[in-house]
């Protein structure tokens, strides 16, 4: 559980004016848009309904939609202030709340243009910066050693406007929404809108100009939720409304990147705030915040809600800067790190916000490894192994979290095991499968004839007292296994049966030699079409005190048999004259020293090559 967030006094505006009243230009100067709304009397809510909300209600009460929040029974609307009341009184209605202002906090400290510095590309002409080095994630090694981009994945920004139209983002933008303006183009109102692209450069920038992302190769979406102002201002019904619009089809992202930050917000909408973080959750999403930049020991809303990664920020020294909030899950980047503005001019930013994006493309790197290599894993294991990854500054717990995170070893010497090696080691519970009483093996793979049995032994072993920065008991282990057609790595596989499901474990401790081995039997039914079959070994299970459910699935090349017809000797998937011949060298030579050799032709399973297997060959070969 999360620190709980403590009560401070901070200024929120909440009277408000129809959507649509101002234009774009007048809205976006938030001091003037505020203070006319304030004078026509009318207040912008958030409508909670115990059930399905009541559309009805806001005409009969001369109310304006702005948002309807399916999620949670919600409705966001401007209405006369005198009507709240009485609104509040209606049956169904749970509360009527108002919709709170919330800022992107500014940390103290200037931001200090650097001039034209030219391309950067981490492959290209100038040298990559310390964010994505060593001293701060150490993407690059997850570029160069595992050949990582952020291909495939989908990162939902919500924040102020984003210049999308840039060299260094127009490649991989999917689309958006502007909320504040309300149509479908989230791009910065002015030059001076800066904030959403110095967010969504660090993450997703092209390295074609000035800045590399850490997954620069991601697709991202663009939700703006508020506009220019010192700091930046929006409502977190946009907010609200921009997590929604990002877990639902047809624009589900895979992470949410969230740089807001509130304090205090009123009970009902604090909790239908976090129902709708969690129903993202559920949905399987992750959704990253920034903590904010007051110097509190407590993160800010989202941040310090449980479905939530809490970020601070670190210093390319390792340390934390004295503004960075506390109550944080990590650190990343956060300090005087390089962005750009919507003109394309370079600065140094600084602040939990930009720490926020960093920690959402590494998730995405992470993400794109397991994809890539036949491992399903949900959004827990992405939070759990980006922790477990993370190096301890030796700072103080409440500001850094489990550390500063990182994406991989620079090479074997270095002794910092990142989130992407943790992976690729199979970490927490790594697996052996070993299959016994096959007929024969062709290329490292075993082959079963058709019609018998698969004997598989599987064992399991935790490994967090070798690998990750914290050993962790294991509870409510449950494993289970599918057998499946393999078509390719990169393609789905077909359905398979569910073959075994295990005992729960219901401890799993981390110690040298602990492994439990499970034993499977599986009778090939003798309808199966032959080929590659593949062994899907699935595990769910939760670490001790931690109730966040973890999945994992491996479906690898480690992992392949063949189901094979009997005397398809060289698994052509038919019995022809390419297998009689085999056959008959296989018989000429029944004592030969190597016992795979004769087992090939051993088609009946006697332990010898004879004149059963030459009538079992035939009686395949014209079965087949």
């Known amino acids: 559980m999360k620190n709980t967030v403590q009560t401070v006094f901070v200024l929120f505006l909440?009277?408000?004016?129809?959507?649509?009243?101002?234009?774009?230009?007048?809205?976006?100067?938030?001091?003037?848009?505020?203070?006319?709304?304030?004078?026509?009397?009318?207040?912008?809510?958030?409508?909670?309904?115990?059930?399905?909300?009541?559309?009805?209600l806001l005409k009969k009460y001369d109310a304006e939609l702005i948002h309807n929040l399916k999620s949670i029974n919600a409705l966001v609307c401007v209405i006369e202030h005198e009507n709240i009341e009485m609104l509040k009184q209606e049956d169904g209605v749970k509360d009527v709340v108002p919709d709170m202002?919330?800022?992107?906090?500014?940390?103290?400290?200037p931001e200090m243009e650097t001039g034209e510095i030219g391309a950067l590309s981490y492959d290209g002409s100038v040298t990559v910066r310390w964010n994505n080095l060593e001293a701060g994630l150490n993407t690059k090694a997850a570029w160069d050693r595992y050949g990582l981009d952020g291909t495939g994945i989908k990162i939902a920004f919500i924040d102020t406007g984003v210049n999308y139209t840039m060299e260094n983002l127009d490649d991989h933008y999917l689309g958006g929404y502007?909320?504040?303006?309300?149509?479908?183009?989230?791009?910065?109102?002015?030059?001076?809108e800066k904030h959403g692209t110095e967010v969504v450069s660090l993450a997703v920038g092209e390295g074609v100009n000035k800045v590399v992302g850490v997954a620069y190769n991601a697709s991202y979406y663009v939700l703006k939720a508020g506009t220019v102002g010192n700091p930046p201002v929006g409502y977190t019904s946009d907010i609200m409304a921009g997590i929604e619009w990002a877990s639902t089809e047809p624009h589900k992202a895979d992470i949410i990147s969230i740089s807001w930050r509130i304090h205090i917000l009123d009970p009902s909408q604090q909790e239908d705030f976090e129902r709708i973080c969690n129903n993202a959750y559920n949905q399987g999403i992750i959704i990253v915040a920034g903590s904010g930049n007051e110097g509190y020991s407590y993160s800010g809303y989202p941040a310090a809600f449980d479905n939530v990664i809490s970020v601070g920020m670190h210093a390319e020294d390792q340390s934390i800067d004295s503004y960075s909030n506390g109550g944080v899950d990590i650190v990343?980047?956060?300090?005087?790190?390089?962005?750009?503005?919507?003109?394309?001019?370079?600065?140094?930013?600084?602040?939990?916000?930009?720490?926020?994006?960093?920690?959402?493309?590494?998730?995405?790197?992470?993400?794109?490894?397991?994809?890539?290599?036949?491992?399903?894993?949900?959004?827990?294991?992405?939070?759990?192994?980006?922790?477990?990854?993370?190096?301890?500054?030796?700072?103080?717990?409440?500001?850094?979290?489990?550390?500063?995170?990182?994406?991989?070893?620079?090479?074997?010497?270095?002794?910092?095991?990142?989130?992407?090696?943790?992976?690729?080691?199979?970490?927490?519970?790594?697996?052996?499968?070993?299959?016994?009483?096959?007929?024969?093996?062709?290329?490292?793979?075993?082959?079963?004839?058709?019609?018998?049995?698969?004997?598989?032994?599987?064992?399991?072993?935790?490994?967090t007292n070798i690998l990750g920065n914290t050993t962790e008991t294991i509870e409510n282990l449950t494993v289970s296994v599918k057998q499946v057609y393999y078509n390719d790595p990169n393609e789905p596989n077909l359905p398979g049966d569910s073959v075994e499901v295990f005992p729960t474990i219901s401890r799993f401790?981390?110690?040298?030699?602990?492994?439990?081995?499970?034993?499977?039997s599986y009778r090939i039914p003798p309808d199966m079409g032959p080929g590659l079959v593949q062994t899907k070994l699935a595990l769910q299970f939760n670490f001790l005190g931690n109730s966040r459910v973890i999945r994992v699935c491996y479906h690898q090349p480690n992992l392949l048999w063949y189901a094979a017809i009997p005397g398809d000797l060289d698994l052509s998937n038919s019995v022809d004259m390419t297998?009689?011949?085999?056959?008959?060298?296989?018989?000429?030579?029944?004592g030969c020293a190597d016992p795979d050799y004769c087992h090939r032709a051993d088609i009946d399973r006697s332990g010898e090559v004879d004149w059963n297997d030459v009538s079992a060959l035939a009686d395949n070969w014209l079965r087949n």
């Open 101 to 109: 202002v919330v800022r992107i906090p500014t940390p103290p400290q």
């Open 579 to 590: 297998d009689l011949s085999i056959f008959a060298q296989r018989w000429q030579n029944n």
């Open 178 to 192: 502007d909320f504040w303006n309300d149509d479908d183009d989230p791009i910065n109102d002015t030059v001076d």
């Open 332 to 463: 990343a980047p956060g300090a005087r790190v390089y962005s750009v503005h919507p003109d394309n001019s370079a600065w140094w930013v600084g602040g939990t916000s930009f720490a926020t994006p960093h920690a959402a493309a590494l998730l995405a790197l992470q993400l794109q490894y397991a994809r890539q290599r036949g491992i399903e894993i949900n959004n827990a294991y992405l939070w759990e192994v980006m922790k477990h990854g993370a190096k301890d500054l030796g700072l103080d717990p409440v500001f850094q979290g489990e550390g500063k995170i990182y994406a991989a070893q620079t090479d074997a010497n270095d002794p910092n095991i990142g989130s992407i090696d943790l992976i690729a080691s199979n970490w927490p519970i790594d697996y052996d499968l070993e299959f016994s009483d096959y007929a024969f093996y062709d290329s490292n793979i075993p082959a079963y004839h058709i019609g018998s049995d698969v004997n598989q032994a599987i064992t399991l072993t935790n490994i």
């Open 509 to 520: 401790y981390p110690a040298d030699g602990n492994s439990v081995t499970l034993s499977l």
């Open 14 to 56: 909440a009277l408000c004016a129809p959507i649509g009243a101002f234009s774009a230009a007048q809205k976006s100067s938030a001091l003037t848009y505020f203070d006319q709304l304030h004078k026509q009397g009318k207040e912008r809510v958030v409508v909670l309904f115990e059930n399905k909300a009541d559309l009805a």
